[in-house]
């Protein structure tokens, strides 16, 4: 493959738009973890962690809430707890549970995924109908139903307080419970102009993730009634997410919950980088579909694999990431994204697709 026609790249800073999970944590962070008053967890006398569990259920609207290591173990937690490793969840047909967490609903908890098809990751009462059955020994009970709030495979793609209220409507049609996988609610809700809590009414539970463009190094909040979460801390020790003197990485936490406005800017630069990289006559991008802090790229007209793509990138000094084996590439803006650093980003790459020739077809 042909080196990309990026003169001086090597001089260059890399601008890395892989992924907003490579945020580094603020100095504030970095100073309220060595002062963090702590205690074990795991016998519920950490005052840290007791506090970002209570601050962060506030604001969505929750009872209680339970500080895991992940946002995989938080999905994996409410599926356990929803369907008491029995039955069947429903979710869309590419979602993270679905897609990105290694079959854990299956290993960690019995429970059989009945996928639909969403459009941009959204679906309704008329979507989840078709894959109710009768009480019936033949059929797996549904006991969850799982929206993602914004959905990653689409590109940050938002559900609406409306679409949200028709999922949990449908949910408790069929006795289910509504989870919502919040891993970037607060993209969902600054976007929207809403608050947390108003995309969570209806939910049954419901997790936000602290270390994407939030900047905390690690952890996740799962939260829910107070029953539910107390179910839930007993499947957290279950399966090793029980962690001591945690609130040194909770008061990381506490302080990613005062940085939620500022992924406005994310979103600003993302828009900026789609209208960019939609002048690149080799990309196919779509700026409207530009909600969040994501940007989808259809590379077909490069004629490279994407894994190649963003290898080719990779040496221009540019981060990104495929979205999975067909044609489209994922970049995601950040904090350590500036609109310079865009700016930069989409003349990197008219460099290196109007001055390198795409190579031919087998």
Known sequence: MAAPACEGVADLPFIDLRSDTVTQPTDAMRRAMAEAVVGDDVMGEDPTVRELEERTAGLLGMEAGLFVPTGTMANQVAVWV??????????????????????????????????????????????????????????????????????????GRLWSPEQTADASDAARRIRAGLHIDGARLFNAAVAQRVPPARLTDGATSVFIALSKGLSAPVGSVLCGTED?????????????????????????????????????????????????????????????????????????????????????????GIGCLPRDAGPTVRFVTHRHVTAGDVDEAVRRIRVVFEETPAPARP
């Open 228 to 316: 539910l979460i107390g179910a839930a801390r007993r499947v957290r020790k279950v399966l090793g997410g029980g962690m001591r003197q945690s609130g040194v990485l909770a008061a990381a936490g506490l302080e990613a919950l005062g940085m939620v406005d500022r992924l406005a800017e994310d979103h600003g630069n993302a828009r900026r980088l789609a209208d960019g990289l939609a002048q690149v006559p080799a990309l196919r991008v779509d700026p409207a579909a530009t909600e969040t802090n994501m940007v989808l790229a259809d590379i077909s007209g490069t004629g490279l694999t994407s894994g190649d793509f963003c290898d080719l990138l990779r040496d221009a």
């Open 82 to 155: 929803h369907t008491g490793r029995q039955g069947q969840a429903i979710c869309e047909e590419n979602s993270h549970i679905a897609l990105y967490e290694g079959g854990g609903a299956a290993l960690l908890s019995g429970t059989t995924l009945r996928t639909v098809r969403g459009r941009n990751g959204v679906f309704g009462r008329a979507d989840i109908a078709p894959h109710v059955f009768p009480d019936d020994p033949h059929f797996a009970p549904t006991r969850m139903v799982a929206i993602e709030n914004t959905h990653n495979w689409s590109g």
